[in-house]
């Protein structure tokens, strides 16, 4: 599948006279609006694509990008050497970038005709400070979004008309910004073109502000769909587009798919996302605003804490800085903990659906395929024949020293570069003294082990002894598979509680027992099965 890079390609020798501009103009508009133009005050003040690449090209340190793809560098030359882009005059560059605010925002203008122009929002770069004004649209009105509308004011001039545009943060800010454009000036927006970005938050700004503008919008969306249905707009004319990106990673403009020139469009969204929606819609509903703001604060006050400015710089970490984020966030506000275990509780509410579903599935098949259990149960059986008796000791007790190890590593180093500032460290150094107690209770009372494993391993039993008795009901009108299932029930309940009571020094000859119980049931079931096939025949 091809993408924006190509369509420049392909279009190189076609000016928009020849062929007027379209949807997929509007995304490399979109896409150019990521590069860090040069200052516009050189020459006359207005130039083509084409001479602001070559004033750049000449200084490698010049040549800059917002970090959104590998592919930019390339992607601006092949627009700036062609005829349909690089002829286009670009004018009003600005950009705001004050992370203390913080404010990330720019804005450019591209001359389509004497009458006609295009205003590009860039959208979230590599920033830090962009991302955290990502967070505040649910919460307030940003500093970005106010710099959008003045933008429109002061750019938009009499006698001509407008394409507005952005992608992510700079939808969103298009929206903003055309709402609330005064009426003279929003008459001569010709259409609005709103790239996978989030609507607004109703406590902060109504949404049937969009009303007024929503004729002129077109929404376009990736398959895998997260950020453009964030306080989702209310946008008829919709666009799904398909992406050579996997997951997430199709927020990227860059990766779109194109197809003859348009947008290579699919059907619907990838079902994985509107799970990870409804997961976000859900924790929202039950956040306040005053929540939201108290936990974007704390998340990325964190994530700045060490320096960082942009999400390389934290990436560039390794590992260490995420930990640095989930320690950082055991030491926050009351409010932002009670914030975010909101996240995962909802994510547990829309797991315990899908699950009930995959329960269904999985009881269907069983009841179709019951070989499918027969096999599972062999299997245990033999691997309790097979395995050493401390087979499971050993793996434990060695994951939870390395564990350890890495952990009070990582521990120590810190404390060295603070000064021992055991305070800051606190956490840290006991997560580091858990991890050693529970290591040395395994290695020195190994009886310690034994009755976890007790626990797990009997509580397994009993829950399938559960699990068969279930089906009893239902099995009185097959009398053998009655009997059968009764004798299951009672023997797995005898030996789930064997095992929470019997001695450790008895733990062979159980496994030895459990092991041979399980493969005789599985073989039991199969050769009734056998026979009844064989009787219906």
């Known amino acids: 599948m091809e993408r924006i890079i190509d369509y420049v390609r392909w279009y190189s020798d076609i000016s928009l006279t020849t062929l007027p501009f379209n949807e997929v103009d509007n995304l490399v508009f979109c896409a150019l609006s990521y590069w860090k133009f040069p200052d516009m005050n050189w020459g006359h003040g207005k130039h083509t694509l084409r001479e602001c690449y070559e004033k750049l090209h000449g200084d490698p340190v010049e040549m800059k990008t917002t970090d959104t793809d590998d592919s930019m560098a390339e992607f601006v030359r092949c627009a700036a050497e062609s005829r349909r882009f690089g002829d286009l005059l670009v004018s009003d560059y600005v950009e705001e970038f004050y992370p203390e605010v913080p404010i990330q925002f720019s804005a450019v203008t591209f001359h389509l005709d004497r009458t006609t122009k295009y205003i590009a929002f860039r959208g979230t770069d590599s920033s830090i400070a962009g991302w955290k004004e990502d967070f505040m649209i649910s919460f307030t009105e940003t500093k970005a979004q106010k710099l959008s509308l003045e933008y429109l004011e002061k750019h938009i001039r009499p006698g001509k008309s407008y394409y507005v545009g952005g992608h992510s943060k700079g939808a969103n800010e298009v929206l903003y910004a055309a709402a609330l454009l005064p009426e003279r000036k929003k008459n001569q927006l010709k259409h609005l073109f709103i790239n996978d970005g989030p609507g607004f938050c109703k406590d902060v700004l109504d949404p049937k502000l969009i009303d007024s503008i929503e004729p002129i919008c077109t929404a376009i969306r990736p398959e895998y769909c997260v950020i453009g249905k964030i306080f989702e707009p209310d946008i008829s004319d919709c666009r799904i587009v398909k992406s050579t990106q996997k997951a997430g990673m199709q927020h990227s403009i860059f990766s779109w798919g194109i197809d003859c020139g348009g947008l290579a469009l699919s059907k619907d969204y990838d079902p994985q996302s509107l799970a990870i929606q409804s997961i976000l819609d859900r924790w929202l509903e039950n956040v306040s605003t005053e929540e939201r703001k108290v936990f974007t604060d704390s998340i990325f006050d964190t994530l700045a804490k060490d320096g960082s400015q942009t999400l390389f710089d934290i990436l560039g970490k390794g590992p260490a800085s995420f930990e640095n984020v989930i320690v950082s966030m055991l030491n926050a506000d009351p409010m932002a903990k009670e914030t975010f275990w909101k996240l995962p509780e909802a994510a ?31 299997l245990v059986g033999v691997l309790l024949l097979l395995l050493p008796v401390h087979f499971f000791n050993i793996v434990m007790a060695a994951a939870l020293f390395l564990g350890f190890a890495a952990e009070a590593a990582y521990t120590l180093r810190r404390l060295m570069r603070s000064h021992w500032n055991t305070k800051e460290e606190r956490t840290r150094i006991m997560l580091c003294i858990i991890l050693l107690v529970i290591f040395l209770l395994i290695v020195v009372k190994e009886q310690a082990l034994f009755v976890l494993s007790s626990a797990l391993f009997g509580g397994g039993l009993l829950y399938y002894a559960y699990y068969i008795a279930s089906k009893l009901k239902q099995d009185r009108k097959h009398g053998t598979f009655y009997w059968l299932h009764l004798g299951e029930a009672v023997v797995f309940a005898l030996c789930g ?41």
């Open 348 to 378: 547990m509410r829309e797991e315990r659906k899908a699950a009930d579903k995959v329960t269904v599935l999985v009881k269907n098949e069983i009841d179709h395929q019951p070989y499918l259990l027969d096999a599972a149960i062999a």
């Open 497 to 537: 509680l064997f095992i929470l009571i019997a001695p450790q020094g008895a733990i062979r000859w159980y496994a030895v027992s459990v092991g041979v119980i399980l493969i005789l049931d599985a073989a039991t079931h199969a050769v009734i099965r056998l026979l009844k096939i064989r009787n219906e025949k």
